[in-house]
């Protein structure tokens, strides 16, 4: 049994393929509750979509943006929607990985269940971390799909977008199950929605250029798990090639990393009390 003072809550992950189990159950569950759980996760961005995008872009019109081949002038239906598809993965990932993960693991008593099996609680992290994910990918599909029929763009790189949305959905599940690990109540998650995804919204150039920032909210922003996400799938959907991809990519990795391996260090200490 582990301690609350034990170094082994630090340790390197200790993962199998029994996490695959995991999955399969929620997804099965899941299937009951498809297309109602499908309508809340992408009725919320379309909203924003039409009102921001049809509604304000018709007085904004174009937007400039500096592009390696420079300044292009874009549709802002355009720039809004390949930003609010990256903050629609965000958002379905965190959701999942927070209240959904929080309910199975703290109200229904579903993670002591699953360990009663020959399942660690590194795999029922790991494979609540992927479904959050999978969520997310299943969300902005649709999404996605919807943006075609409207004609929003039709860039063939676009399909390269969604593996890219998919690595956005391990980050940030990753980073919400952290918070997942640490909460009492779904009251807590209050705080993560409102300090720290919220703000991210607004200054990683989901809804306008971040060319508007103060050079150092800016340089702030550079590092943020969102505005990376932004720059890489923003350029598909203009069907041109991100500019520095590998620096971006890096920069989810390492966030994806790092919080993979503080959610499996705190979510150990709570269940070793």
């Known amino acids: 049994m582990l301690t609350t003072t034990s170094p082994s809550h630090w340790s390197s992950p200790r993962l ?6 995991v999955f399969l159950r929620n997804l099965l569950v899941w299937r009951k509750l498809a297309v109602p759980s499908l309508v809340g996760n992408i009725a919320e961005p379309l909203m924003w979509l039409v009102a921001f995008g ?3 872009g018709a007085l904004v019109g174009q ?15 355009l720039f809004l929607a390949s930003g609010s598809i990256c903050m629609s993965a965000m958002n379905a990932a965190s959701f999942e990985a927070l209240y959904s993960a929080f309910s199975r693991m703290h109200v229904q008593k579903t993670w002591d269940g699953i360990m009663n099996a020959p399942v660690s609680l590194d795999d029922v992290v790991l494979a609540e971390m992927l479904w959050a994910a999978f969520k997310a990918l299943f ?8 943006m075609l029929a409207l004609g929003i763009s039709h860039s063939p790189k676009l399909l390269l977008a969604l593996p890219v949305l998919l690595g956005v959905g391990i980050a940030f599940s990753c980073i919400a199950l952290i918070f997942n690990a640490l909460a009492q109540g779904y009251d807590f998650f209050t705080y993560y929605f409102t300090l720290f995804l919220t703000p991210m919204m607004f200054l990683s150039g ?5 060319e508007q920032l103060p050079d150092w909210v800016r340089a702030f922003s550079d590092w943020l798990p969102l ?5 890489l799938v923003r350029p598909l959907f203009m069907d ?3 500019a520095r991809p ?3 990519a890096g920069v989810l990795l390492v966030y994806t990393v790092v919080a993979f391996w503080l959610a499996l260090a705190f979510t150990r200490k709570r269940f070793a009390r």
């Open 246 to 248: 590998w620096l971006h």
């Open 16 to 21: 199998s393929l029994r996490w695959w189990p």
């Open 227 to 231: 505005t990376n996400a932004v720059e």
């Open 63 to 77: 937007v400039d943006m500096a592009t390696p081949q420079g300044t292009v002038a874009v549709p802002y239906i």
């Open 54 to 56: 049809y509604g304000m």
């Open 240 to 242: 041109q090639w991100p």
């Open 206 to 210: 989901v809804f306008f250029p971040r």
């Open 139 to 146: 969300a902005v599909t649709a999404i996605m799909g919807v």
